[in-house]
T-cell receptor, first 115, second 113 residues
Framework: GAVVSQHPSRVICKSGTSVKIECRSLDFQATTMFWYRQFPKQSLMLMATSNEGSKATYEQGVEKDKFLINHASLTLSTLTVTSAHPEDSSFYIC???????????FGPGTRLTVT | GQQLNQSPQSMFIQEGEDVSMNCTSSSIFNTWLWYKQDPGEGPVLLIALYKAGELTSNGRLTAQFGITRKDSFLNISASIPSDVGIYFCAGRYPFQVAQKLVFGQGTRLTINP
C-alpha cells in the first residue's frame, strides 16, 4: 500500500519550453502532496505543499509563477515548470501524506534536464 | 529556521558490520521518520516514530525517538550490500499546520567488498 507514482521519470527539454510532471497516489487518497527538489549529493528541498482543491503553499524563495502546481483530485497533483532554463535542471520528487498520520510516501522522482 | 544535524555524513564499512547514525534537532519534534534513497530513486520510508522513547524495529533496522524529543538514531545490524545508499532522517515539529517535514543532510553508506 501507499504507492506514489511519477511521470515522466526522465525528461529533456529545450530552454524556454514548459514541462509538466504528474504525481499520483495509486492506492490511497492524498489530501496533501508535497513537491521537492534535490540537487546532486544534497538533501531534499521542499518547494511547495499542495492541498486538494486549493492553492498550493510555496516555500520562501520558490517562484509560484515559475513552478505551477495543481492538485485537481485526491490522487493527482501536477508540477509545471514554465519557461524552463538550464538552472531548472534537477531531480524533482513528489510525496503524499496518508490520511491524518504524518508519514509521507515518495514517488520515484523525475529527472529534468533543460538544454 | 529549523535545523536538523545528521551524522555521520558518510560511512565506509565492511559487510557484516553494524551501522549507527543519528540526527539532532535544535527544537522539539513530535515525529521522526527515517528514509533510504537509492541513486536515481525517491526516498523509501523505513521507520516512523511518534512518541518520545519509542524504539521500533524493521528487520535488521532499529530506530529510536530520543527521550528529549530532539534526537533520533537508526541502527542497522549485520549490514549487507543492498544496504548501500543514502539514509535521511526527517522530523516534524509540533503545531506545524502544513505537516511539513524537515530533512537531515543524509548519511551515505558504502560497504566495502
Amino acid at each position: 500500500g501507499a504507492v506514489v507514482s511519477q511521470h515522466p521519470s526522465r525528461v529533456i527539454c529545450k530552454s524556454g519550453t514548459s514541462v509538466k510532471i504528474e504525481c499520483r497516489s495509486l492506492d490511497f487518497q492524498a489530501t496533501t502532496m508535497f513537491w521537492y527538489r534535490q540537487f546532486p549529493k544534497q538533501s531534499l528541498m521542499l518547494m511547495a505543499t499542495s492541498n486538494e482543491g486549493s492553492k498550493a503553499t510555496y516555500e520562501q524563495g520558490v517562484e509560484k509563477d515559475k513552478f505551477l502546481i495543481n492538485h485537481a483530485s485526491l490522487t493527482l497533483s501536477t508540477l509545471t515548470v514554465t519557461s524552463a532554463h538550464p538552472e531548472d535542471s534537477s531531480f524533482y520528487i513528489c510525496s503524499a501524506r496518508v490520511g491524518q498520520i504524518y508519514e509521507q510516501y515518495f514517488g520515484p522522482g523525475t529527472r529534468l534536464t533543460v538544454t | 529556521g529549523q535545523q536538523l544535524n545528521q551524522s555521520p555524513q558518510s560511512m565506509f564499512i565492511q559487510e557484516g558490520e553494524d551501522v549507527s547514525m543519528n540526527c539532532t534537532s535544535s527544537s522539539i519534534f513530535n515525529t521522526w521518520l527515517w528514509y533510504k534513497q537509492d541513486p536515481g530513486e525517491g526516498p523509501v520510508l523505513l521507520i516512523a516514530l511518534y512518541k518520545a522513547g519509542e524504539l521500533t524495529s524493521n528487520g535488521r533496522l532499529t530506530a529510536q525517538f530520543g527521550i528529549t524529543r530532539k534526537d533520533s538514531f537508526l541502527n542497522i545490524s549485520a549490514s549487507i550490500p543492498s544496504d548501500v545508499g543514502i539514509y535521511f532522517c526527517a522530523g516534524r515539529y509540533p503545531f506545524q499546520v502544513a505537516q511539513k517535514l524537515v530533512f537531515g543532510q543524509g548519511t551515505r553508506l558504502t560497504i566495502n567488498p
